[in-house]
């Protein structure tokens, strides 16, 4: 199979540090196997060159939108009327509009787009919606699951009746991904939400990955270390941080003093930053490698109160053989076992007893490790992501295309 295929992202996919980033890299690797892949993807060209030459090997052509030196400000009353979520104040942009054009994506056998944001041109231009029979959205997040909660959970305010008309707007824009060829998901909980809101019917879960590549690191760390690894710019990272270091944090440090939270991930706000001033918190923000992070730490934690899709920060803890903490949706989508391969706790005073309990027995962190890296290999190493998208590949080319 020798096919021309045309790749969308809103962020360019290297260096795969970030989750987003990370799954972008797998799937590049994927269909770089089965013909010639274009990259289009949003981004600075002069700041990004540096790393075109590792996308070369993958890649036929790079190309680039760069909507910054474009961009029209559009009023909030704006976008309210055209139905516009928050969700697509990046990707509405002519900028993007002309290098789709420019890439020629008529030419292409298959054009594959990162996130449902990025395919909004082709949902909305005249020209573009003939190619929706050979398209292929993944949909990863299901950023309406996350305002679905973030709804729930709001007292009834001025922000309350915005976030419902967002909530509104985003599912109207959802709808129009039912012509598309195909819907990729990371996990079956965002497939029966896809199915059940009739967005599309031909929804595939294709599971995150993290190369587990005989990863062994010397031995269990005995200090007593946290780590809180993510995306800080990114609401649900930012907000399990925030509920981690006011309401979690401080119970483990009244049992363990010499305990250290070390916070890793780029995009860090000031505010974040400002975590740094209290008493055993680390914030190291971005880091070029995380190895030396994982190696020294005892724990890792991911205490999510939102989010969607499958947390790859669990994926990578369990790699490095690390044990983990986190909420039920921070483990969701996820087939571990509360317990077994991973600690689930939803309430501050529980979370703390897990994290206290796996910090003080060195003997029931290898348990858990060795547990987690077997369910590592089994379920989520890349062999089985590759195997997953050829099933799912096979699924879609012999089963023809819409329309067609």
Same mark, same amino acid.
């Given at each position: 199979m020798n096919l021309n295929i045309l790749y969308l992202t809103p962020s360019f996919p290297y260096p795969p540090h970030s989750g987003g980033q990370l799954r972008?890299? +797998?799937?590049?690797?994927?269909?770089? #196997?089965?013909?010639?892949?274009?990259?289009?993807? %949003? #981004?600075?060209p002069v700041r990004l060159d540096p790393h075109v030459p590792?996308?070369?090997?993958?890649?036929?052509? %790079?190309?680039?939108?760069d909507p910054e030196k474009f961009k029209v400000f559009q009023s909030r009353t704006q976008k309210l009327l055209r139905l516009q979520p928050w969700l697509l104040d990046d990707t509405v942009d002519d900028e993007i509009l002309r290098q789709i054009e420019q890439a020629r994506p008529e030419e292409y056998d298959l054009i594959v787009i990162r996130y449902a944001e990025m395919a909004y041109h082709f949902l909305t231009n005249a020209r573009l919606k003939n190619l929706l029979n050979k398209t292929i959205v993944d949909v &990863? &997040?299901? !950023?309406? *699951? *996350?305002?679905? /909660?973030?709804? +729930? !959970?709001?007292?009834?305010?001025? /922000?309350?009746?915005?976030?419902?008309?967002d909530l509104v707007c985003l599912k109207h824009y959802y709808r129009k991904l039912k012509p598309i060829r195909a819907c990729f998901v990371a996990g079956k909980k965002d497939k029966d939400h896809l199915i059940r809101n009739r967005v599309n019917t031909d929804v595939f879960v294709v599971p995150n990955t993290y190369e587990v590549n005989g990863r062994i690191l010397n031995s269990t760390s005995n200090s007593p270390e946290i780590l809180f690894c993510g995306t800080l710019s990114y609401p649900p990272n930012h907000d399990a941080l925030f509920y981690f270091c006011n309401q979690i944090f401080p119970t483990i440090r009244e049992t %363990?003093?010499?305990?250290?939270?070390?916070? *890793? #991930?780029?995009?860090?706000?000031?505010? %974040?930053? +400002?975590? #740094? !001033?209290?008493a055993g918190i680390t914030v190291a923000g971005y880091v070029p490698c995380v190895d030396p992070y994982y190696e020294k730490t005892s724990i890792v934690v991911v205490p999510l109160l939102n989010g969607a899709g499958t947390r790859i920060k669990i994926l990578e803890a369990m790699a490095f053989q690390r044990p983990v903490v986190s909420t039920s949706i921070g483990a969701e989508g996820l087939e571990v076992t509360n317990g077994k391969d991973i600690f689930i706790a939803d309430k501050p005073m529980e979370f703390a007893q897990k994290c206290i309990e796996l910090l003080r027995n060195p003997d029931e962190r290898r348990r858990v490790i060795w547990n987690a890296y077997q369910l590592m290999k089994e379920k989520y190493d890349l062999p089985v992501f590759y195997q997953a998208m050829d099933n799912v590949f096979e699924k879609i080319m012999n089963g023809g295309f819409k329309n067609a």
């Open positions: 972008s890299w +797998h799937f590049l690797r994927y269909f770089a #196997g089965k013909g010639k892949v274009t990259l289009l993807a %949003i #981004g600075n590792d996308l070369k090997k993958l890649c036929d052509r %790079i190309l680039f939108a &990863d &997040d299901m !950023d309406t *699951i *996350i305002l679905e /909660r973030e709804f +729930h !959970d709001m007292e009834m305010s001025y /922000r309350k009746l915005t976030a419902y008309w %363990i003093p010499e305990v250290n939270l070390t916070v *890793i #991930g780029k995009n860090a706000t000031q505010e %974040i930053n +400002h975590l #740094g !001033d209290q």
